[in-house]
């Protein structure tokens, strides 16, 4: 199990439609193979900054799996326009979480 993190910094003008936008998107992403859940969160200190959290079962499912799918073009089309920068992606391991391990 992985996540994907993708920080999408978004025009602040434009939050509302944004989040319209990804609810309409959002379909394609779940539908992919290997995925197993998400959440897309906005930043409390800087609410342009939204944070998908994506889960799936392994790194190869998202890259290049849904990466390189139509459906990820599609879903990459849909929200483009609202970046005021290009978005960074990472992942991380995700066994931790799955066992409830946390640092204390």
Do not use: N
Not at 40 to 68: C, M, Y
């Amino acid at each position: 199990m992985i996540y994907e993190i993708a920080q999408l910094p978004v025009h602040k003008e434009q939050i509302e439609t944004f989040r319209a936008a990804f609810a309409e998107v959002a379909p394609l992403l779940s539908r992919a193979e290997g995925y197993c859940g998400h959440v897309l969160a906005q930043g409390i200190e800087t609410p342009e900054l939204f944070h998908l959290i994506v889960r799936w079962k392994s790194f190869e499912d998202h890259t290049p799996g849904f990466e390189a799918s139509e459906d990820h073009r599609m879903f990459m089309m849909g929200l483009q326009r609202y970046f005021s920068e290009e978005p960074t992606v990472y992942h991380i391991e995700g066994a931790a979480f799955a066992t409830g391990e946390y640092l204390v």
